[in-house]
């Protein structure tokens, strides 16, 4: 007896119950089910970035307390304190008016930084500056890394509770960002816990290398100012005070200076996001306050140029986030020289003689002194 596949399913017969139900079922199963099965799949892809995210803040919460109880000999054990620590939150000012909100905030993020530092300095019988910035910036690693992980978790868990599928969609799309930026920062342990120069430090070492050989006076917080000479024009050079973790009170220094001392000119150089597809390490120049972080600084800087009416000019070295906050490539490095060499064309091309011009090195200084 010979089997007739074709005539099993009918394929010359539109009629055919068989044939009919194999193509009616999964058009019913994913009208009634399709939303489900989605969510099912995507909430296993992302289950499987959460687990990377929790493995990244355990691992980097272990790392942590270890170098602190094997390098900075504290006194007894401070496991619970910084575990304290990695639960600490920060309520932004209420924003409904929006008129003295900086303000605000510039106080709140100050005193918490404060706050931080004098606890971090309580663990330990004597600790130096730069160990204490280093602290603090692991610090702030551990708990971003924490919140990423709750975050992601929390939005992940209320969209399979609810089996919302449109709730689980940002998510997705926001997933490997966050990743992307968690690997950047469990790989940034290493450069903080070594004091190496990092990619955002670029914009200290190209103005630090301008302050050689003249004298260094402190303008504010963490925070530094030398006075040089190019072409019959005076330089301010500013910079965050080296080598310590820090990005200094820039703006704070500037608002000094300032009362006192005009500029004609400011330029800043600082590190910048890259755009997938450009080059690391490419050079751009333009114009405004190069700089990042909550915005206060920058306000500060703006604030002041717009009433004296100094124009701001900018010059930015290009690197991804992982670039960024991990030990500087050479590539980034070997860009110093470049930078210098643009900021002195600025500088010729935008002042006069006898003019003051203002030269900024944003970002963060660790490993890189003035």
């Not at 200290?204 to 072409?231: A, D, H, R």
């Not at 997938?276 to 800087?301: C, L, N, Y």
Request: net charge negative.
């Amino acid at each position: 007896m010979s089997f007739d596949l074709d005539e099993f399913f009918g394929m010359g017969d539109d009629s055919n119950p068989l044939m009919m139900l194999i193509w009616i079922l999964p058009i019913i199963l994913f009208v009634f089910y399709g939303q489900r099965i989605q969510l099912m799949v995507s909430s296993n892809e992302i289950k499987k970035s959460i687990d990377k995210l929790e493995k990244f803040r355990n691992d980097a919460k272990a790392e942590f307390v270890n170098y602190v109880k094997k390098s900075l000999n504290p006194l007894g054990d401070p496991g619970k304190k910084l575990e304290d620590f990695f639960e600490y939150f920060t309520i932004m000012p209420v924003d409904l008016d929006p008129n003295g909100i900086v303000p605000k905030i510039n106080h709140l993020v100050r005193s918490r930084d404060d706050f931080t530092k004098m606890h971090v300095k309580s663990l330990f019988s004597e600790i130096s500056e730069l160990e204490t910035s280093k602290v603090h910036n692991l610090l702030e690693i551990v708990t971003t890394l924490q919140m990423f992980h709750k975050a992601t978790r929390h939005l992940y868990l209320t969209a399979k509770k609810q089996k919302n599928f449109p709730l689980i969609l940002p998510l997705q799309m926001m997933i490997p960002f966050v990743i992307e930026e968690a690997y950047a920062l469990k790989d940034a342990m290493s450069a903080l816990k070594n004091a190496q120069p990092i990619g955002d430090g670029i914009g200290p070492m190209v103005v630090g290398g301008m302050m050689i050989g003249n004298e260094k006076e402190k303008i504010s917080y963490q925070t530094v100012l030398s006075k040089s000479e190019y072409e019959d024009r005076k330089l301010l050079l500013i910079k965050a005070e080296g080598p310590n973790a820090t990005v200094g009170r820039i703006g704070e220094g500037i608002e000094k200076i300032f009362s006192s001392n005009k500029p004609d000119l400011i330029i800043m150089v600082d590190a910048s996001l890259k755009l997938e597809g450009e080059d690391s390490a490419s050079v751009a120049k333009g114009f405004g306050a190069a700089m990042g972080g909550i915005g206060t600084d920058r306000f500060q800087i703006e604030d002041v140029a717009t009433k004296n009416n100094v124009p701001i000019l900018a010059i930015v070295i290009k690197q991804s986030i992982h670039e960024a906050l991990t030990i500087m490539t050479k590539e980034i490095a070997d860009q110093a020289s470049s930078v210098r060499l643009e900021i002195e064309n600025m500088i010729k091309e935008n002042t006069q003689p006898n003019q003051t011009v203002m030269i900024i090195g944003v970002g963060n200084t660790l490993g890189v002194s003035q």
